[in-house]
């Protein structure tokens, strides 16, 4: 079985990216990555796949919106334009994958929420389909928080999806929300395209569990890879055909690039990689 490709998720140096977009990509590059993930894309497709181009990567994955009217994130909410437009950006850079990266905590509390955004991910598979395109999905934890027929809100939702939406399972976030990441990989099997990369000391509780306080990504602690909290080692191992793992964090300790160096470090030293 062929080892995972490594990747990096941009919002991971969003800050450098928007400053100096080619030079951020360059330092990737120089760091021996070949692949990225793609945030924040689908207002600027030709310039991204351009500066991807000239630094020798590809993006066969990206987050943009696909479910909701704004996408969160810790830092603020960006509005969404409609699917095909992303689908259109996505071609134009080249991606194979176009992952949701959140959806609001409310929407996953009742059975009809989460039937709901399983059922339009199963119709945006289709849509996905005619520019050649797949359709996934990133956790945070607000998945974890409900539980339906005995099982966790994310796990329903797994069910209620058709096999071609892609599955992207954020470790930290799946062991925030009080997971056996080793044992949900596995349970997972083929449906798990990507893992996202991310150690950290895992927060006493759920961010988005109700009446929790508000939340934002400066208030996390996070490690390089290897060396908190998340049993990334053994959850990787436990994984059937995975495709990318992703670098990310959402809050780095301290350079960014020095950040993901050492993570690289965690996956290619560990065999992790290809």
Request: avoid cysteine.
């Amino acid at each position: 079985m062929a080892l995972p490709l490594a990747s990096i998720q941009l919002y991971t140096l969003a800050e450098q990216f928007s400053a100096d977009m080619g030079g951020s990509l360059d330092r990737l590059a120089a760091l021996g990555l070949r692949n990225v993930e793609a945030f924040d894309f689908v207002r600027r497709p030709a310039e991204v796949r351009a500066a991807l181009d000239a630094s020798g990567l590809a993006s066969p994955t990206g987050h943009a919106p696909l479910l909701s009217d704004e996408l969160w994130t810790p830092d603020g909410s960006i509005p969404t334009p409609a699917p095909e437009v992303v689908f259109e950006a996505a071609a134009t850079i080249g991606m194979k994958t176009v992952i949701d990266p959140f959806v609001a905590a409310e929407r996953w509390r009742t059975r009809d929420g989460v039937t709901d955004i399983a059922d339009r991910l199963n119709a945006l598979a289709d849509t996905a389909e005619g520019f050649g395109l797949s359709v996934g999905y990133h956790n945070h934890a607000q998945e974890f928080v409900a539980d339906i027929d005995g099982q966790s809100a994310y796990e329903y939702f797994v069910a209620q999806t058709d096999p071609r939406v892609a599955l992207e399972l954020d470790l930290f976030w799946a062991l925030t929300g009080g997971q056996d990441v080793v044992a949900l990989v596995d349970r997972l099997g083929e449906r798990l395209v990507a893992v996202h990369v991310k150690d950290g000391v895992v927060p006493a509780s759920n961010p988005w569990a109700p009446g929790a306080p508000e939340f934002a990504s400066s208030s996390l602690d996070q490690r390089h890879a290897g060396t908190a909290d998340v049993p990334l080692a053994d959850a990787l191992r436990a994984a059937h055909g995975l495709e990318y793992a992703v670098i990310e964090y959402d809050h780095a300790p301290g350079d960014v690039f020095d950040d993901i160096a050492a993570s690289l470090t965690f996956l290619t030293e560990g065999g992790f990689v290809r």
